[in-house]
């Protein structure tokens, strides 16, 4: 029986379709620098040199690359980001039905406060803090990695500097982690 993918493993293969795009173009690209399809594009402009072509197209398709390293990244962080704040907001949910349900009194007047709010469980660092004691010290730094460098993305890395940590390496982190999110 097939293992069901996780929704880091949909995002990766959404980006590795993507890369396999760009790959198929670019082969179509350096067959025909000339083609007009490229100036439509705006990668080329009608009329210059095959080698300026040649050119245009290289550092285009360079750049198309970086950038689907860069966004498998972020979309499997996006992706296990989602899946944790679901799990982590019908947890939080039920501890307040919990408490509201079987604690009632003075006692426990305060009781919703016993329970941590949403937003302090938000971003991969916070995740991690939260599950880490469960992951191996490998996988954690390998999560802090896909945080810097999703950050890093985001906020403006250049194209040229690739991602310290290799998209497939990424994947598997995540996915020791979706692991321990899975109900029981």
Known sequence: ?????????????RCKLLAQVVALEYRRARANPLDDRYA???????????????HQIEEAFSDLEALVNHLTILDMA??????????IAT??????????GKHRGPVLAGRDGIVREMEDFRGLSNITNLIGADLDEQ??????????NRNRFAHGTDLTT???????????????????LKPM
Do not use: C, H, Q, Y
């Open 139 to 148: 996988v954690k730094k390998r999560i802090e990695s896909v945080r810097e």
């Open 78 to 87: 996006a992706a296990f980001e989602k899946m944790f704040n679901a799990r």
């Open 1 to 13: 029986m097939a293992k069901e993918p996780t929704p880091v493993d949909r995002a990766f293969e």
């Open 162 to 180: 690739p991602p310290t940590i290799p998209r497939e390496e990424a994947r598997d982190a995540l996915n020791e982690a979706v692991i321990l």
């Open 40 to 54: 439509t594009l705006g990668i080329t402009e009608r009329g210059e040199l095959k080698a300026d072509a040649v």
């Open 91 to 100: 947890a939080v949910g039920e501890a307040r039905k919990t408490l509201r």
